[in-house]
């Protein structure tokens, strides 16, 4: 089984800048794309931003140019550093990690449970 565990979210100031990572365990061989998504309050899931195994990297138009994206290959981990912050960044950020392989088998598709971004004006 493959499990993503977000962390660092939490409250800040517009114009703020905070740090997410996002770490996936299990026996992983390794993992094509990793990616940001959030969910705010009464809206659809949007993708933030996704970085593949090379390091590509694609933004939201939202996102972009205050928002990067990273990743740890060695430590199957992603991160979102996002500065500037505004109040419609207030959101649920949830990792995903696309073509998960493992020995047994490969996942096309696994979610961490979420983490909450609350930015005050």
């Known amino acids: 089984q493959v499990q993503l565990v977000e962390s660092g979210g939490g409250m800040v100031q517009a114009g703020g800048s905070l740090r997410l990572s996002c770490a996936a365990s299990?026996?992983?061989?390794?993992?094509?794309?990793m990616a940001w998504y959030r969910q705010a309050p009464g809206k659809q899931r949007e993708l933030v931003a996704v970085?593949?195994?090379?390091?590509?990297?694609n933004y939201a138009d939202s996102a972009a140019g205050r928002f990067t994206i990273s990743r740890d290959n060695a430590k199957n981990t992603v991160y979102l550093q996002m500065n500037s912050l505004k109040p419609e960044d207030t959101a649920v950020y949830y990792c995903n990690a696309g073509g998960v392989r493992t020995r047994e088998t490969l996942f096309m598709n696994c979610w961490g449970k979420g983490t909450l971004v609350t930015v005050s004006s």
């Open positions: 970085i593949t195994s090379g390091g590509s990297t």
């Open positions: 299990g026996v992983i061989i390794s993992i094509n794309s």
